[in-house]
Each structure stands twice: as structure tokens, then as C-alpha cells.
């Protein structure tokens, strides 16, 4: 699997939109990208995935640049509840092991 | 309400004591997995099984034994529980075919002394 790096903290104002960026410059054709994240010592919680498409779910936005070298996660309106850590795995299709990394800790301020 | 539960939450135990760490889903998802959560080692998989009777090493099985006799339960079995198991431990399920999407346990916070 696809090595990712992530800024390991990040801040946002309460109603703005949040922007979390994930490098993976070594993704392979047949890899996708997927966005989970972990709530204080809760269980992770998947958000998004994709391959090469912009997407978008209720949760958030996976924009991926053209050269899928990168993606950026987008919450639109960012509320306190979205306090968490956000891990972006990159991963075959089909691969049951997600192979988290140290994430990226977003704080959402009032 | 689709779920995965964990039991116990938190367990303190001695050093040589076996214990095991339930996990069931009520989702009839195939896939389930165990992952431990180390301050600075981020979530490593333990073992995996995906179905009944189908079980597989993940990173880290030293240890730790699982089972899968029916699909909605995967345990997780500690023979001779040592200190460095000390951990945050998830289990997750997915279905088969929506392996992108697990869902996780709320964890079992485990303390070896």
C-alpha cells in the first residue's frame, strides 16, 4: 500500500470549511484513496473514498488532484463535533486491512 | 440499530491470566477484525476472519488467539496476557463486497500488570 503523509495538526473556526490534506505520491493505478476518523478514543468512523473523481457524501468532499498525488478532504461547515483525528489510507480495492498512520488532529474552535 | 459491540469496555488483569475480549455485530457482515491502538504506533491489525471458520494473521498476532464459529461473533482470546498487550483494542466488521466501509467497535481499553 501507498505511503501517505499527513500535517499531524490542524486548526478551524467553528462554520467554516475545513481542508485536510493527505500526500501520496506513490499511488498506484489501482489504488484508492479512503478517509476515516477517530473521535477521542472512539472507534474509527469511515467518511469517503475514492479513485479518481472528485466525490462527495453527506459527511464531506474527497477532492483528488489529477495526478491522484494528493487529496484534500473537505468538511463544508465544520462544527465542534468534528473534533477528531482524520487518517487517510491509500489501499487496493478489495483489501480488507486498513493500515492506519498517525492522522492528522483537527481542532475545531468555537 | 446496526452496531458492534465490545465486552468488557475496560479490564484490568494480571500478568498470566487469560482472558478474552467478546466482539458480535448484528450488520451479517462476512468480514470482522481485531486492531490494537498504541500511542505512537497508530491501529495495527491483529488477526482477521473472513467468514465463519476463516481466520488470517494480520501485523501483530503474538499472543492472541481468535475464533469465528458463527458469523456474527469474533473473539479475541489472550492466553497468557503479558504488560505489553496493555492496549486500546477495536474490533471491526464490514460486508464483503463494502470492504471501504467498516465499522468499528467502541473499544476495550486493557490493562496488564
Known amino acids: 500500500d501507498a505511503k501517505t503523509t499527513q500535517p499531524p495538526s490542524m486548526d478551524c473556526a467553528e462554520g467554516r470549511a475545513a481542508n485536510l490534506p493527505c500526500n501520496h505520491s506513490?499511488?498506484?493505478?489501482?489504488?484508492?484513496v479512503y478517509w476515516y476518523r477517530q473521535i477521542h478514543s472512539q472507534g474509527p468512523q469511515y467518511i469517503i473514498h475514492?479513485?479518481?473523481n472528485n466525490e462527495t457524501n453527506e459527511m464531506a468532499s474527497l477532492i483528488i488532484t489529477e495526478d491522484r498525488k494528493s487529496s484534500t478532504l473537505i468538511l463544508p461547515h465544520a462544527t465542534l463535533r468534528d473534533t477528531a483525528v482524520y487518517y487517510c489510507?491509500?489501499?487496493?480495492?478489495?483489501?480488507?486491512?486498513?493500515?492506519f498512520g498517525q492522522g492528522t488532529r483537527l481542532t475545531i474552535n468555537p | 440499530e446496526a452496531q458492534v459491540t465490545q465486552n468488557p469496555r475496560y479490564l484490568i488483569t494480571v500478568t498470566g491470566k487469560k482472558l478474552t475480549v467478546t466482539c458480535s455485530q448484528n450488520?451479517?457482515?462476512?468480514?470482522m477484525s481485531w486492531y490494537r491502538q498504541d500511542p505512537g504506533l497508530g491501529l495495527r491489525q491483529i488477526y482477521y476472519s473472513m467468514n465463519v471458520e476463516v481466520t488470517d494473521k494480520g501485523d501483530v498476532p503474538e499472543g492472541y488467539k481468535v475464533s469465528r464459529k458463527e458469523k456474527r461473533n469474533f473473539p479475541l482470546i489472550l492466553e497468557s496476557p503479558s504488560p505489553n498487550q496493555t492496549s486500546l483494542y477495536f474490533c471491526?466488521?464490514?460486508?464483503?463486497?463494502?470492504?471501504?466501509?467498516?465499522?468499528f467497535g467502541p473499544g476495550t481499553r486493557l490493562t496488564v500488570t
Open positions: 489510507i491509500v489501499r487496493q480495492w478489495g483489501a480488507q486491512k486498513l493500515v
Open positions: 475514492g479513485l479518481k
Open positions: 450488520m451479517n457482515h462476512e468480514y
Open positions: 506513490t499511488i498506484s493505478g489501482n489504488e484508492y
Open positions: 471491526a466488521s464490514s460486508l464483503i463486497h463494502r470492504e471501504y466501509e467498516q465499522y
